[in-house]
């Protein structure tokens, strides 16, 4: 990446920027590779960030199938992460988990699943085998105490697991349904949608060496990060990140090498990811350490209150470019880790050198989110997030402690306890994201004249603009 004019005295964030045109031979947005620059070769090169509230196995069973990978949080004990990577790695690479109910299960109860999908139905299941199906059409007028075997449709269409989605799709258009159920010996193993189907033709699903989805884990760096990253590689991660505000720490990197040890003697070799550091000197370090990604990004969160309180930070942009510089020199990659509104803020971390993007708020007001789907009194759906800092996180993180010892860690917060994040109406799945962001980074790419990332960090030319010169480019929903 070059900028346009002289590179300026002062850092930068994704606001301060644009990217100009070049001349370009990529003649459409498909002949772009997308894999991710970051050793782990994902085939879209987005992660989600290991937040209580977002990164879940919904999460993480849905952008596996769309090429990307999910971060199970370090909150949750041992156990239910191996659990919950179990369930990731059984889960179908092209068809959706479903929603499954019981025939006497009622219609109130089911309606509260179904926010669990952004599909919005459940299939109504008896000894493994569908019954039916039941979305809030089949419910109207309805008291919610009816069992939804009386509610329910029984006109259904049934695929075989490997049914191709192109056939899929003929099959749902031709039939008008909304789903297909894919079903093997007699019992469900997963469902595709129309778009489903589409998106299954466009995207690759990031799956481990036996084709399985991938997940990754964040452990934090206490005493006993070398005993649970042993216990996570043997539960199957494929990903072991290293997360803590503060990454440029003596404590970090004593970890950091302790983990090194662990996953260079364990038979599965996984990549280790450290962060968080905004230097060159912070990335440096985490890779003499053991590091093989460095995770960029100090207070650019949308739940991050730690420049506000602490004057810690700096400018994202600037971040990713001095760090992702650093990294390459050592043969590693970086992760730009927050501060993503737009699609256009992915492209520019990626042209900076980023081998691949986190994301954290953007994906909280989804349906594949952790949290649970509320409404407002307006009727509107939201889900609570929280920053990883903020008090709600640390009494989750010291829930072992004495009560006394979490009121005392509680009272120092960096990060918001609740915040509302509204689904986008037009866009209330993250695959409905991972579209918008997904094409226009390719289509950034061909602008670049880019047919890959590598070749997207050295054809991107970018300026520096005014406020009013980010401004003009925002679209305007109503007349001025």
């Known amino acids: 990446m070059r900028f346009l004019t002289p590179k300026p005295g002062h850092d930068l964030t994704y606001d301060d920027v644009f990217m100009t045109p070049r001349r370009s031979s990529v003649s459409s947005r498909l002949d772009v590779d997308l894999t991710s620059t970051d050793g782990l070769a994902l085939p879209v ?13 919904r999460m993480a069973e849905t952008i596996a199938r769309r090429g990307g990978i999910a971060i199970i949080p370090q909150d949750l004990p041992t156990g239910i992460v191996a659990g919950t990577i179990a369930k990731v790695k059984a889960a179908h690479t092209a068809f959706d988990t479903p929603v499954r109910v019981s025939p006497s299960t009622t219609i109130g109860e089911a309606l509260g699943l179904m926010g669990k999908r952004a599909h919005g139905l ?39 697991p490997d049914t191709p989605p192109a056939e899929v799709f003929d099959l749902l258009t031709t039939r008008r349904h909304r789903v297909a159920l894919a079903v093997q010996d007699g019992s469900l193993v997963g469902l595709m949608t129309l778009k489903g189907a ?10 481990d060496s036996q084709g399985l989805l991938r997940v990754g884990v964040a452990i934090g760096i206490s005493g006993e990060s070398a005993r649970r990253a042993t216990e996570l590689l043997d539960a199957g991660a494929d990903a072991l990140v290293m997360d803590t505000a503060h990454g440029h720490q003596e404590r970090m990197l004593d970890a950091l090498r302790q983990v090194r040890q662990v996953v260079d003697a364990h038979d ?74 737009h699609p256009r803020d ?19 007001g989804t349906h594949e989110s952790a949290g649970e789907l509320m409404h407002d009194h307006d009727g509107r759906p939201y889900k609570e997030s929280f920053g990883m800092a903020s008090a709600r996180a640390v009494r989750m993180r010291t829930r072992e402690q004495s009560r006394y010892e979490r009121a005392r860690a509680a009272l120092f917060e960096e990060g918001i306890s609740s915040s509302r994040m509204y689904l986008d109406p037009t866009r209330p799945g993250v695959e409905d994201l991972l579209d918008f962001i997904v094409a226009g980074v390719r289509s950034s790419c061909t602008y670049s004249g880019a047919r890959s990332l590598r070749e997207f960090t050295t054809h991107a030319v970018v300026g520096i603009q005014s406020r009013s010169g980010y401004e003009e480019g925002r679209p305007h929903h109503t007349s001025w």
């Open 198 to 207: 589409l998106r299954a033709t466009l995207y690759a699903p990031s799956v």
């Open 268 to 341: 599965r070799r996984v990549p280790i990811v450290a962060g968080n550091v905004v230097t060159a000197d912070g990335t440096g370090d985490l890779i003499e350490a053991g590091a093989d990604v460095v995770k960029v990004g100090v207070g650019p969160g949308a739940m991050c209150t730690t420049r506000m309180q602490t004057g810690v930070g700096r400018p994202q942009f600037s971040a990713v470019l001095e760090c992702a510089a650093e990294a390459a020199d050592a043969g590693k990659a970086i992760w730009a880790d927050g501060g993503v509104k």
């Open 45 to 57: 090169p987005l992660v989600v960030a290991n937040m209580t509230a977002i990164s879940g196995r």
């Open 122 to 160: 459940v299939v109504v299941v008896q000894d493994g085998a569908p019954l039916g199906l039941l979305s809030p059409a089949e419910t109207t007028g309805l008291d919610r105490f009816v069992q939804v075997h009386e509610a329910m449709t029984t006109d259904m269409t049934i695929v075989t």
């Open 346 to 364: 992915v492209a520019l971390a990626l042209a900076g050198g980023a081998g691949a993007v986190m994301i954290g708020s953007w994906f909280a």
